[in-house]
């Protein structure tokens, strides 16, 4: 089933806008609120997450196969949609409408929420040049970003885990004390045993569910705002790619777990007020997933050519947030690092002219 | 003839006085006295050529003229006719030997140049000695008199004592100019050290400009974190116990031998 959203009053295609947030027909102008709009893909189902052992339930299947066979039709030209079965949201390739796929959107595989685009692609190929000519350490002819190779506004899979934890750590944290008496420089440390029992809850920690993306890179381009964290409908994936999740949410347990880990152990050490050297003894972390949230987030990603390599590079459609492996130039560095090597020098010799009082070659 | 005989006097008596006024005037341009001259190198044993002697004072007085410190040089193989030890022990034999020149060249010149420092090079015994006196007693202590002893000792080992003479005169005009109480011999004036520094900080900044090149990690715990239902369930902090470490403040001086305290001069000097 193809979801196309055509405009009342002019029957042209109409997409998202992320200035308004509203449903915008390029034609004729005419908007349209998605919040008051129906679910087309869901019809008459329910898209929220319910309880975590309901929803478990629900995402714990593999329907991929069942997709990957069915042909898509484009209702504007009539072109066969050429698209691998992760696609939920899509462009005709002939006539560039766009195209939602409705039937890969439904029931287990609905998204219950999603954070639109509220940076255009105009506004994000201007964000990502100045970036790139911001940085010191690039080469100066990847700072024209003229080889931009392509743009894509795609909505990545998460899921969000509200997780429970219970943990136990025992430390041995110390206090360090200076002084000196008569000829002896006198190093005090005071030894502590520190126990912390805590109850912690973490909302909505994002992990990325598919297979395409480097999971570190998605890491680094959080914090999204979850305010605008809206429920799920067809129209905001109106002009952009869309992919189904490859994990479930199960499949990324152990990653949520490492990571609610790290968490509460930071939360401990940050309870532990007052010292100056932390050591963590024993710890015992019992977590609990609460729930686990299919939602879709908008990340613009873009394909650089410079020197016969591809370098991919991610914005946080969001926020702006812009996160890569930029190629680093040498020359650059080894020009910054001597640099700052003739400067600090001075400084110190400066310090060393106004506490000595002499400039001492 | 006789009114014109009487002009004639007339004229060179206004002559004579227009020459006085015009010598007086010049007189004003002239120095009234030339400044006195200070030997301040002594070379009892010949070691040092006329022309670098000369060479070695002008040098001095340039420094004297800059600082208003005057920095002697002694080069002597006769100590023993100086010494003031009766025991003939030579190595206290140069301090003292020092203390004395130190004496009677404020004798000499009437006490006129009280901050002065002195190198006393033995060349008989090896035995090098640089003290102070005056406000070079304060203003170089026993400490960087060792420092400036450290400088020469490698010129000393070789014989080589004209530069031996200009590096002390360098070395011991340079430490006296260093703020009171701090010590020029420590590690934070060691340009090696310094550099070192240097180099770590600029490869420490460059490490981390590359490491945030491609973006970096904003959030933490307290991002996710829901406050209104997470708290600490149960904690105690309990002190076990306190260690102490004592370390002994160590004095920069591992001189061969140095200056003696509380008495008229600062100094240190060794063998060579």
């Known amino acids: ?361 | 003839m006789v009114k014109i005989t009487r002009n004639y006097k007339s004229y060179i008596r206004i002559l004579l006085l227009l020459s006085i006024i015009v010598a007086s005037m010049f007189s004003l341009f002239v120095p009234v006295k030339a400044s006195e001259k200070v030997d301040r190198v002594y070379d009892y044993t010949n070691t040092l050529s006329d022309k670098q002697e000369q060479e070695l004072e002008d040098l001095a007085e340039k420094y004297y003229n800059k600082s208003n410190y005057n920095f002697l040089i002694v080069i002597t193989d006769t100590l023993s006719e100086y010494s003031y030890d009766s025991s003939g022990n030579s190595d206290t034999d140069c301090e003292l030997y020092s203390v004395a020149f130190q004496e009677s060249f404020q004798e000499t010149y009437e006490q006129k140049y009280p901050n002065c420092a002195i190198l006393a090079i033995d060349i008989k015994n090896r035995y090098a000695y640089v003290s102070g006196y005056g406000e070079l007693k304060t203003k170089l202590d026993d400490n960087r008199y060792d420092l400036v002893y450290k400088k020469i000792k490698p010129q000393l080992k070789e014989n080589n004592w004209f530069s031996v003479c200009k590096n002390y005169i360098y070395q011991a005009y340079n430490y006296s100019q260093f703020n009171n109480g701090i010590d020029p011999g420590s590690l934070f004036y060691n340009i090696f050290l310094q550099i070192g520094i240097a180099l770590i900080i600029a490869g420490v900044i460059i490490t981390v400009l590359i490491i945030n090149s491609g973006g970096k990690m904003t959030v933490s715990a307290m991002t996710y974190i829901n406050e209104n239902n997470s708290r600490i369930v149960a904690q105690h902090d309990h002190y076990v116990r306190t260690s102490i470490h004592k370390t002994r403040r160590t004095s920069n001086n591992d001189s061969d031998s140095s200056g003696s305290g509380g008495s008229s001069h600062s100094g240190g000097g060794g063998h060579f």
């Open chain 1, 1 to 361: 089933m193809v979801i196309q959203h055509k405009c009342p009053s002019c029957g042209a295609d109409m997409k998202f806008d992320t200035a308004s947030g509203l449903l915008h027909c390029e034609s004729c102008g005419y908007e349209e609120n998605i919040k008051q709009m129906e679910n087309q893909a869901e019809a008459s189902e329910n898209a929220s997450a319910g309880s975590y052992d309901e929803f478990l339930a629900k995402t714990s299947r593999n329907t991929y196969s069942d997709n990957s066979a069915i042909q898509y039709q484009c209702k504007n030209c009539g072109a066969v949609l050429i698209t691998d079965e992760l696609t939920t949201a899509t462009t005709c390739s002939f006539c560039d409408a766009p195209m939602i796929l409705g039937d890969r959107l439904r029931g287990e595989l609905a998204p219950s929420k999603v954070i639109p685009f509220k940076i255009s692609k105009e506004e994000a190929e201007k964000a990502f040049k100045k970036w790139c000519g911001k940085s010191i350490l690039l080469p100066r002819d990847f700072k024209k970003a003229n080889r931009l190779k392509s743009i894509t506004g795609i909505y990545v899979p998460f899921w969000l885990f509200t997780m429970h934890t219970r943990g136990e750590v025992n430390a041995e944290c110390t206090k360090v004390r200076h002084y000196s008496k008569g000829d002896y420089d006198i190093t005090e440390t005071k030894y502590f045993d520190v126990y912390r029992d805590v109850d912690l809850h973490f909302d909505k920690i994002p992990v990325d569910a598919s297979i395409k993306m480097d999971d570190k890179m998605m890491d680094k381009l959080e914090p999204f705002n979850y305010n605008e964290l809206y429920d799920f409908n067809t129209p905001y994936l109106a002009g952009y790619l869309a992919e189904k999740y490859d994990y479930t949410d199960k499949d990324l347990y152990p990653r949520i777990e490492k990571r609610t880990e790290n968490y509460t152990l930071d939360f401990v050490r940050q309870t532990m007020i007052g010292y100056d050297g932390k050591i963590i003894l024993n710890q015992n972390i019992q977590m609990k997933p609460e729930d686990a949230i299919y939602a879709l987030l908008p990340i613009w990603m873009f394909c650089y050519d410079y020197q016969h390599a591809e370098h991919n590079f991610v914005m946080n459609g969001q926020t702006g947030k812009i996160i890569g492996k930029p190629p680093i130039s040498k020359k650059n560095c080894a020009a910054i690092f001597v640099a700052i090597a003739i400067i600090s020098f001075f400084l110190i010799k400066l310090i060393a002219y106004m506490i000595g009082g002499v400039w001492v070659w």
